[in-house]
């Protein structure tokens, strides 16, 4: 099966005062990246479409989804991603604790939808998680997907998992 991994889109910056993790809509920009990205998607054949529940991913999962036709099914299990966000990247959470739970995710995803070509509208540390996986690389690295950038890898039914891309952002600068 293939997967497409998609960052969501430009959100609007939200500092709650507080010191609660902000859960903010899409900006204006994000919204405009969130067509683009809607437009490039239209030429996929995509068979099923998921999102993080956190507001930015939803949003930006619903306005290719609302050109599309295609219904988005909630993912719900992204407590480590919250608690990732309320302490920055200052690893105050057990990194390979929370790429555990990314990876059992996506594993999931990848064994419900064999076959197929699913996307999944996530988050950068999630990205970052399965692409350190996939590569097998000795230490976590982390880069910074665009905003609704498409990283693209194949799941094998024997297990085999390949990185086609990272960080595809053409539709951007049409």
């Avoid at 005062?17 to 902000?22: R, V």
């Avoid at 302490?87 to 990194?95: A, L, P, Q, R, S």
């Avoid at 990876?103 to 988050?123: D, L, P, S, T, Y």
Wanted: proline share 5%; aromatic share 8%.
């Amino acid at each position: 099966m293939e997967l497409l991994l998609i960052r969501h889109a430009l959100p609007l910056r939200v500092e709650n005062e507080d010191g609660a993790p902000a859960d903010p809509s899409l900006s204006p920009e994000g919204l405009g990246q969130a067509r683009k990205l809607a437009g490039r998607l239209a030429a996929e054949k995509l068979d099923r479409v998921y999102a993080s529940p956190m507001r930015r991913a939803h949003e930006t999962a619903q306005v290719f989804a609302d050109a599309s036709g295609h219904q988005i099914d909630l993912r719900t299990d992204y407590a480590r991603w919250l608690e990732l966000v309320q302490g920055g990247f200052e690893m105050t959470v057990d990194f390979e604790a929370f790429q555990r739970t990314v990876i059992a995710a996506i594993e999931e995803i990848i064994g419900a939808n064999a076959g197929r070509r699913v996307a999944v509208f996530c988050h950068g540390g999630v990205i970052n998680c399965w692409a350190s996986h996939v590569v097998q690389a000795p230490q976590p690295f982390i880069f910074q997907p665009e905003y609704t950038s498409v990283s693209r890898f194949l799941a094998a039914s024997s297990g085999e998992r390949n990185l086609v891309s990272l960080n595809e952002a053409d539709h951007l600068q049409a």
